[in-house]
């Protein structure tokens, strides 16, 4: 599919095949070898998580589907879902992911609403009972919204790095 010019929005499936490689290499390469070269980190996949917020959200999701041998937890606010195809296109997800947490603000997904990646709530129930450690937390009240990403991140942080 070809690039769209400055201003316009891309045709056909959102997200395009690709649109996060270079944050996926600049992350991989240069951020998380940086962290654990600077600071006191415990530098394994077991001890690293991550999470992100609406676009982020969309990054984490295609990373950590791609990467399940850096991550041990997953976050994803306002940012899609997770399917079972997924995980059974990504090798090694289910067995190395030790938590994924999908996030939204009851606003967004009222009325039957759903986001990128299908059904988040359906998705995660899914995966629950393929048996994985899954939670999907609702912000009630909220939108697309800081708040909902705070309350999400709340919820998220008790969970991590449970032995």
Known sequence: MPRPRPGERPTGP??????????????????????????????????????????????????????????S???????????????NKAPGFKEKIKLLFI??????????KTRFGGDPKA??????????NTHFYVSQFTAHEWQSWRRGLHEFAQLLFKE
């Open 14 to 71: 959102w997200p395009p095949e690709g649109w996060a490689d270079g944050f996926k290499k600049t992350l991989l390469e240069d951020i998380i070898p940086m962290i654990d070269s600077n600071f006191r980190t415990l530098a394994d996949q077991k001890h690293r998580a991550m999470a992100g917020l609406s676009m982020g959200g969309m990054q984490t999701r295609v990373i950590t589907l791609a990467n399940p041998e850096m991550f």
């Open 73 to 87: 937890d997953v976050g994803m606010f306002s940012g899609g879902s997770i399917s079972m195809e997924d995980v």
């Open 103 to 112: 996030s939204y603000g009851s606003r967004e997904i009222e009325n039957g």
């Open 123 to 132: 998705d995660t129930d899914a995966l629950k009972a393929a048996g994985m």
